[in-house]
């Protein structure tokens, strides 16, 4: 079993990012998927989640308007899409997943974790 995410990279603020996260050895299908994001010094943290069914549940304020996440299922893959990033959104970025239908952020309720993509947002 493994989720990887990929798509990580050096933008300028102001810039977009496309974070993907890929299964394999494992179906995403009625499973919630959430991002965490760890940055240096910090506790991994939460960002937004999405439900079976598509639904959206955000965990950090200032990412509204700004993140977007999407399932593809027939690709077994999970998106985010990173709008007007700031430098405060620079972090490892990880991928994970709950055996539920239902979205949480704590980490006690995640039953897989994926490797993380680094996301550094600098001019």
């Known amino acids: 079993v493994q989720l990887q995410a990929s798509g990580g990279g050096l933008v300028q603020p102001g810039g977009s990012l496309n974070l993907s996260c890929a299964a394999s050895?494992?179906?995403?299908?009625?499973?919630?998927i959430v991002w965490f994001r760890q940055a240096p010094g910090k506790e991994r943290e939460g960002v937004l989640c999405?439900?079976?069914?598509?639904?959206?549940?955000y965990y950090v304020e200032s990412t509204k308007g700004r993140f977007t996440i999407s399932r593809d299922n027939a690709k077994n893959t999970v998106y985010l899409r990173m709008n007007s990033l700031k430098p405060e959104d620079t972090a490892t970025y990880y991928c994970?997943?709950?055996?539920?239908?239902?979205?949480?952020?704590?980490?006690?309720?995640?039953?897989?974790w994926g490797k993380g993509t680094q996301v550094t947002v600098s001019s």
């Open positions: 999405i439900n079976s069914i598509g639904g959206s549940v």
């Open positions: 050895g494992l179906t995403l299908d009625y499973k919630a």
């Open positions: 994970a997943a709950r055996s539920s239908y239902y979205c949480s952020n704590y980490h006690a309720l995640i039953d897989f």
